[in-house]
């Protein structure tokens, strides 16, 4: 084969197909998954718990989904948010990362001190973010944080004391870092003025990401609340999510806190992963184009039956915001998600948006079903209105996986501390060689 074979598709999958009955001959778990669906044990903890269905007799029962972190409740985490008391990302961050619920002043001196971390190293904006500038945020979150690395004179200590700052330092700025990179990706490949705000002290997670974002730094308090519960919503998801799954295999290899964290933030840009939000307002405009009534059932049925074959948008089959790997007849997150995306959206030109996410949500699962002959339960998850409610913020669709990011950041360090001190053990699963034995030939005779 020539090397430049291996620059075509047909080449390049030549050289590393693998026949799909070895995986069934090896009973090879594909994704880590059982037969079943379910997924493979890897490991125990106790920070949450993310349950769609009940296994009886050996059997998958579908039921309705729940997520519970350190064994609270999602739905009472945000009461607090939703009664318009306070925000809560910070106060949810605070249960995730000490396993227990703040008092009044500890919470105090938690956001103190995330508010005190904020400020970047002198000269990190203009030699990290601006230059040069990049055209993916995800990534340039993973560049910087690496980079942050070298400004900790103790990257490499596994301390309890550094590990718990290095987290609050990274909680504390990737939203800023997410921010400037967004403006100086709009000047460098977009032909955009840069505006690069100062963060102001004393602003909660959320309303420090606005008040950047924003050409004129305003912003609703509905609108900061909205926020607050969407970073509290993706704050965490449980150990078996691709990034936080990464994150506990870097951390498992004993490497630093930056490069468990990058790594689980290239994970997370995948658009089998994080990346699936921006792929559901994708598929809205799509949708939007090719449907002229979108109120009318059978047109939009149609369609969406196009999708599911291959025949429409991406030619994946797949309806973005639709089914998840543990989540059956419910996503708690989707369910919250979409009423607090009500709230916002009522007397605004989106409630006909939102309207068309809620038929695609209802018609969905009749239509794959019917076409792919499949009794499997079909929610919609928390992608499905979490890019709709960001677009109603006005927040641009760079930004959904890399702010996703600066959410999960919590909860990718509470699994970093747990596999440090519990876990304790590289992780190193096998591989079953398919390849037959080779007889090797010098150089001069091979064809």
């Given at each position: 084969m020539s090397i430049l074979d291996l620059y075509t598709e047909e080449g390049f999958a030549r050289a590393n197909h693998i026949d799909a009955e070895m995986y069934q001959n090896f009973d090879v778990k594909r994704g880590l998954r059982n037969a079943d669906g379910t997924g493979v044990v890897a490991g125990v903890t106790n920070i949450c718990n993310v349950h769609g269905y009940v296994v009886s007799d050996n059997e998958v029962i579908p039921d309705v989904g729940r997520l519970t972190l350190r064994g609270?409740?999602?739905?009472?985490?945000?009461?607090?948010?939703?009664?318009?008391?306070r925000y809560i990302f910070e106060e949810l961050t605070y249960l995730l990362l000490t396993g227990v619920l703040p008092t009044s002043a500890d919470l105090q001196e938690f956001i103190a001190e995330i508010d005190a971390a904020r400020e970047l190293p002198n000269g990190f904006t203009a030699h990290y973010i601006m230059d040069p500038a990049t055209p993916d945020i995800s990534n340039c979150l993973a560049r910087s944080i690496l980079m942050l690395y070298a400004d900790d004179p103790d990257a490499e200590s596994r301390s309890a004391q550094h590990e718990f700052a290095t987290a609050i330092s990274l909680i504390s700025r990737l939203p800023r870092i997410a921010v400037l990179a967004y403006h100086a990706k709009q000047a460098a490949f977009n032909g955009q003025s840069m505006i690069m705000h100062r963060f102001i002290p004393g602003q909660s997670t959320?309303?420090?990401?606005?008040?950047?974002?924003?050409?004129?730094?305003?912003?609703?308090?509905?609108?900061?609340?909205?926020?607050?519960?969407?970073?509290?919503?993706?704050?965490?998801?449980?150990?078996?999510?691709?990034?936080?799954?990464?994150?506990?295999?870097?951390?498992?290899?004993?490497?630093?806190?930056?490069?468990?964290?990058?790594?689980?933030?290239?994970?997370?840009?995948?658009?089998?992963?994080?990346?699936?939000?921006?792929?559901?307002?994708?598929?809205?405009?799509?949708i939007k184009a090719n449907v002229k009534d979108w109120e009318n059932d059978d047109e939009l049925a149609a369609y969406?039956?196009?999708?599911?074959?291959?025949?429409?948008?991406?030619?994946?089959?797949?309806?973005?915001?639709?089914?998840?790997?543990?989540?059956?007849?419910?996503?708690?997150?989707?369910?919250?998600?979409?009423?607090?995306?009500?709230?916002?959206?009522?007397?605004?030109?989106?409630?006909?948006?939102?309207?068309?996410?809620?038929?695609?949500?209802?018609?969905?699962?009749?239509?794959?079903?019917?076409e792919k002959g499949s009794d499997k339960a079909l929610c919609?998850?928390?992608?499905?209105?979490?890019?709709?409610?960001?677009?109603?913020?006005?927040?641009?669709?760079?930004?959904?996986?890399?702010?996703f990011a600066c959410a999960r950041m919590s909860g990718w360090a509470a699994h970093r501390f747990e596999e440090i001190v519990s876990a304790r053990r590289i992780m190193r699963p096998a591989y079953k060689t398919s390849s037959p034995q080779g007889q090797y030939l010098p150089i001069g005779q091979r064809g």
């Open positions: 609270y409740d999602i739905e009472d985490l945000l009461s607090p948010a939703e009664r318009g008391e959320a309303e420090t990401f606005l008040s950047m974002l924003r050409p004129n730094r305003e912003f609703t308090p509905d609108e900061a609340r909205m926020l607050d519960v969407m970073l509290a919503l993706h704050a965490e998801h449980g150990g078996g999510n691709n990034s936080t799954f990464a994150c506990r295999v870097v951390t498992s290899a004993d490497t630093d806190a930056y490069s468990a964290y990058a790594a689980a933030i290239g994970s997370l840009k995948g658009l089998r992963h994080g990346g699936a939000n921006a792929q559901v307002l994708a598929m809205q405009e799509d969406l039956a196009k999708m599911i074959n291959k025949q429409a948008f991406d030619g994946s089959g797949l309806i973005y915001g639709m089914g998840h790997a543990v989540y059956t007849l419910s996503d708690p997150r989707a369910i919250i998600c979409q009423k607090f995306a009500e709230q916002l959206a009522a007397g605004t030109e989106f409630e006909a948006e939102l309207k068309l996410l809620q038929s695609i949500e209802r018609l969905t699962p009749e239509i794959f079903a019917r919609a998850n928390v992608d499905m209105y979490s890019g709709f409610v960001y677009t109603m913020l006005g927040i641009p669709a760079d930004l959904l996986t890399p702010l």
